[in-house]
């Protein structure tokens, strides 16, 4: 317990605090009076009531669309199913700033619901919306759809054999089994659209404003550091909140359900109404997901004989110190070095988490680890600079800061997904191996490690995953001769010219295929109890 | 996986305050600059220059001030007149005037009694044209602010948000020089009332919304006025494989504001000695010659030939949009304040 508290405290909860205090905090005085100050702003009310509801409306939104999905995941038998789940996982580890642009030739001008409907949603609400639901999709498809799949479908038959009609059958059996991880899930999603940044940014234009994106404002653009502050307090409460009821729903999920292999529920689809769901899903997939994906693929092989990809081994273009393509083992290698630091801390806070004797406080540990997915970069950002520059803990112009910043959010999955699988090992295997006179290490080795090594294989793929794509924190502390893949592709970006714009998208592909691949191999080694994610 | 690792911490050390044999530049990302000129440039003068690019031009100059007492460098490179005044209010430069300042063409110079800043390059933000659009149109592209606000530009011009985007402050500000402290609110009426669309940064605005450059094209970019820079077109010709016989895009003249960049030694610097000789190399002919293709910005000294792909597509303006920066520094705020009410709500 005590490492993760202590990675926690010095590389979060220190650096956000620190930054918050010197919003607030001018010549040795605070000035709490920021606080309602800022709060009376009209402004600052619109951009909460605007966070507040697009959220809302994103999650029934995905919930809707994605559910569906879940099902049909969960219950079908189908030929590519495994790629296709890697496949809808993917947009939600690729930087923003790749998705954003493939996201408008859907629907922006020239795409396919303009040259449909001619019917363009650039710089409306819509195109937030829908590209929440192209980024939470896997969030509902595997939460919901992991427990749906192992739910003994026999269940279900049973009632419709005492006589319920189908639609009561699923109601009163399935649902209620069920509603925990939907509502898990849809926290999660919410969670994910209240604080978000790069969605908003790049699609809504610049009249719509999540606190997020405000509180990069003000801190990066604007350098009201007090405003930030603020800002970032009512956002830390938020997302506190959303946690607390997060953790509940996810502790009442807990409770037994007659759980079986999720191998044996799912069959070929029958009848004409199953053929039909499955088609929708598969349809609606590949229009919402997929082909924004591909837009991206189809732009990086523009030039003839992959002429971007060539151009990505010559450091002619002069954006970067090396060659664009080194950017590929720097996100490698910061991804490894992440994965490491996750699953250590991740590991040991889980362990912790579920020992019989863990009191009320170190459960509510639980939750508060979530909390760097709900912090903005740009504070924690921020907060780095000015808290860890001196020795022993000057780390600014460190390599090990990206990694250590990638692993703040790579923390949570690994928590999430090794909890449910810990929590299963019975306590009694554990007893009676000690009480044999094993030594705690050795019945950690002998009983929990074969029991949790699938599971910790999956926590360390996901996490490398999210460290691949994140963009965030690293763009603040990446240094300009290992630029990762997403830094590196929007400095690309940042420039005119028709290579500079091929060589994005390259890398963008690239970036798009690594994260696939791992996620493939996750896939490969799902288990029957893979947790939340 | 070990190997990983240890290639990545091989560059590590040696940075910032303490070593004497190196000194830090602390940039934006736009930063380039050719290897064989920095090598020359550390063989010369003894020290290994790092440079460390700390995002785009606004976040860099705040990190530097927040870090201000414990800088991550030695010199600043990289604050321009919009923000130049935020920066010496903060206390970011310690004094010190580079060998060959003498060079450095007069319009450029401020802060002359103290010298804690020194003029490095300069650049204009313009609205840039299709040039396709207008031939097939058969229509002449806008030569001016006024040009923009006349009805058959309708619904052409894109540009960013003045308040997240440097390119879109550069433009405001042009308005505002143009039609002074009374007239710019009437100007962009008439501009909004006209069709500008306004994205929030220089990336959608560019490779998004505009019909002229490369990726514009290919996202179907429907706006063939944008507002980026007068390099902007040079540089669709010198990244463009094969390059093109002349450039796609243009400069409408008569919409520029001069931006200059500035470096200064920072304040609590580690090695003071080697960024001063740093400074004195930023000024340098061989640097200055340099730039304009690495960074797509003009230099500031007397004397210095520009590349002939400068000339023929990017002309510096003959007449830009100027202000002094304690002008910027004390209208800025509001100026954003009502042009964001005014434009987008």
């Known amino acids: 317990m005590a490492a993760p508290v202590a990675f926690f405290a010095v590389f979060f909860a220190y650096p956000v605090a620190a930054i918050v205090a010197r919003g607030l905090k001018t010549d040795g005085t605070w000035h709490l009076g920021r606080i309602t100050e800022v709060l009376a702003q009209s402004d600052v009310r619109h951009v909460l009531w605007f966070t507040t509801w697009q959220a809302l409306v994103s999650t029934a939104l995905t919930l809707l669309v994605a559910l569906p999905g879940a099902y049909v995941f969960a219950r079908f038998e189908f030929p590519g199913k495994q790629v296709l789940r890697a496949v809808v996982t993917v947009p939600f580890v690729l930087p923003t700033v790749v998705v954003g642009t493939a996201f408008l030739a859907l629907v922006g001008r020239g795409g396919l619901l303009d040259e449909l409907w001619g019917l363009r949603l650039d710089t409306t609400v819509w195109a937030i919306l829908l590209a929440h639901v192209f980024f939470n999709y896997a969030v509902v498809v595997r939460t919901v759809g992991g427990l749906w799949a192992q739910l003994d479908p026999r269940q279900e038959e049973a009632a419709r054999m005492l006589g319920a009609s189908q639609l009561k059958a699923w109601r009163q059996v399935t649902l209620p089994a069920l509603a925990p991880a939907v509502a898990a899930a849809a926290l999660m999603v919410f969670l994910f659209t209240f604080t978000s940044f790069g969605v908003v940014q790049i699609l809504g234009g610049p009249t719509f404003s999540t606190l997020e994106v405000e509180i990069y404002r003000q801190t990066s653009e604007i350098f009201d550091l007090s405003t930030a502050a603020v800002l970032t307090m009512i956002q830390f409460v938020a997302v506190g909140a959303i946690l607390a009821v997060h953790a509940w729903t996810v502790r009442r999920r807990e409770t037994a359900l007659r759980l079986v292999d999720a191998s044996v529920t799912a069959r070929r689809p029958r009848g004409a109404g199953q053929w039909a769901l499955l088609g929708g899903v598969l349809v609606t997939v590949a229009v919402l997901l997929v082909l924004p994906l591909a837009v991206l693929v189809q732009r990086s092989l523009d030039a003839p004989g992959f002429g971007y990809y060539r151009a990505l081994t010559s450091e002619d273009g002069g954006v970067f110190l090396v060659p664009p393509i080194e950017a590929i083992g720097n996100s490698l290698s910061y991804a490894v070095a992440a994965t490491l630091i996750a699953v250590l801390i991740g590991g040991l806070a889980a362990v912790a988490l579920t020992r019989r004797d863990a009191g009320r406080f170190v459960r509510g540990f639980d939750a508060l680890l979530m909390l760097p997915l709900g912090v903005s970069a740009v504070t924690v950002g921020f907060g780095f600079l000015i808290s860890l520059d001196e020795p022993p803990l000057d780390l600014r112009s460190s390599w090990i800061l990206v990694p250590l910043a990638q692993a703040l959010v790579g923390v949570p999955f690994v928590v999430r997904t090794m909890l449910p699988v810990l929590r299963a090992v019975d306590v009694r295997l554990r007893e009676a191996a000690s009480v044999l006179g094993a030594s705690p290490w050795r019945v950690w080795r002998e009983v929990d490690l074969p029991m949790v090594r699938r599971a910790l294989l999956i926590a360390a793929g996901f996490a490398f995953a999210v460290s691949l794509g994140e963009f965030g924190a690293t763009v603040f502390i990446a240094r300009p001769d290992r630029p990762t893949l997403p830094v590196a592709v929007a400095r690309l970006l940042g420039r005119p010219g028709d290579l500079n714009y091929g060589q994005a998208m390259a890398l963008s592909t690239i970036l798009m295929v690594v994260c696939a691949v791992a996620l493939l191999v996750l896939e490969r080694l799902r288990t029957d109890r893979t947790g939340e994610f | ?345």
């Not at chain 2, 401020?110 to 804690?116: A, G, I, P």
């Open chain 2, 1 to 345: 996986m070990a190997g990983a690792l240890a290639a990545c911490g091989s560059s590590d050390g040696g940075q910032g305050s303490g070593d004497s044999k190196t000194v830090t530049l602390v940039s934006h990302d736009s930063w380039a600059a050719s290897k064989d000129v920095i090598a020359a440039f550390e063989k010369q003068s003894g020290y290994k220059v790092d440079v460390l690019k700390d995002g785009d031009a606004g976040q860099a100059v705040n990190k530097a001030i927040l870090t201000k007492d414990n800088p991550q460098g030695d010199v600043f490179f990289g604050v321009d007149n919009t923000l130049l005044s935020r920066a010496l209010d903060n206390g970011l430069f310690q004094p010190y005037e580079p060998k060959g300042s003498d060079q450095i063409k007069a319009e450029y110079r401020v802060d002359q009694d103290k010298h804690r800043v020194t003029p490095i390059d300069t650049g204009d933000i313009c609205v840039n044209y299709d040039k396709k659009y207008f031939a097939d149109h058969k229509l002449e592209p806008p030569k001016s602010f006024d040009d923009l606000v006349e009805p058959r530009y309708k619904n052409l011009l894109v540009t960013e948000n003045a308040s997240a985007s440097s390119p879109g402050l550069g433009f405001l500000l042009g308005t505002a020089a143009k039609y002074g402290d009374d007239g710019w609110e009437g100007y962009w009426k008439k501009l909004k009332a006209n069709g500008v669309k306004v994205v929030d940064g220089w990336e959608q605005a560019y490779n998004e919304e505009f019909s002229g450059s490369a990726g514009g094209k290919k996202a179907k970019g429907d706006r063939p006025l944008v507002v980026s820079y007068a390099s902007s077109p040079p540089a669709e010709v010198v990244f463009a494989d094969p390059k093109p016989g002349t450039a796609p895009t243009g400069v409408a003249e008569g919409t520029c504001f001069r931006q200059v960049e500035y470096a200064g030694l920072l304040a609590n610097a580690g090695n003071s000695k080697g960024g001063k000789a740093l400074l004195d190399f930023l000024v340098s002919r061989k640097f200055q010659e340099d730039m304009p293709l690495n960074m797509f910005v003009y230099p500031v000294t007397e004397g210095v030939q520009v590349p002939p792909e400068f000339v023929k597509y990017g002309p510096q303006a003959k007449d830009p949009e100027t202000m002094d920066p304690a002008k910027i520094a004390g209208h800025r705020d509001q100026w954003v304040k009502s042009w964001t009410s005014l434009v987008l709500k």
